[in-house]
Nanobody
Framework: QVQVVESGGGLVQTGGSLRLSCTVF????????IAWYHQAPGKERDFVAA????????DYAPSVKGRFTISRDNAKNTVFLQMNSLTPGDTGIYFC???????????????WGQGTQVTVSS
């Protein structure tokens, strides 16, 4: 059974940075798109960023473009999300998963993990 584990969240001040990690256990993932999602308090889970299997193509939500960078290390079955210039609007739980189709971020392959909490103070 595939398990997704997110880590790296924490409490930072506005303008600070965090680096999130997403590790997939149970199968190699070097043939999968991987995406990050953000769920703000009381809101739906939204797409943040995605990367193709070889890291050659990425996509970002407009709200994070230029501030966040997604990357991957297939040898470690891990995807990273470097988050810079954080604002209180970035507060929430961050999840990762494997979208079935590029561009259709809602449909994913794996059960959702616990996510990692990011809190940005003003």
């Amino acid at each position: 059974q595939v398990q997704v584990v997110e880590s790296g969240g924490g409490l930072v001040q506005t303008g600070g940075s965090l680096r999130l990690s997403c590790t997939v256990f149970g199968r190699p993932f070097d043939d999968r798109f991987i995406a990050w999602y953000h769920q703000a308090p009381g809101k739906e889970r939204d797409f943040v960023a995605a990367v193709t299997w070889n890291g050659g193509t990425t996509d970002y939500a407009p709200s994070v473009k230029g501030r966040f960078t997604i990357s991957r290390d297939n040898a470690k079955n891990t995807v990273f999300l470097q988050m810079n210039s954080l604002t209180p609007g970035d507060t929430g739980i961050y999840f990762c998963n494997a979208p079935r189709l590029w561009g259709l971020w809602e449909g994913v392959l794996y059960d959702w993990g616990q996510g990692t909490q990011v809190t940005v103070s003003s």
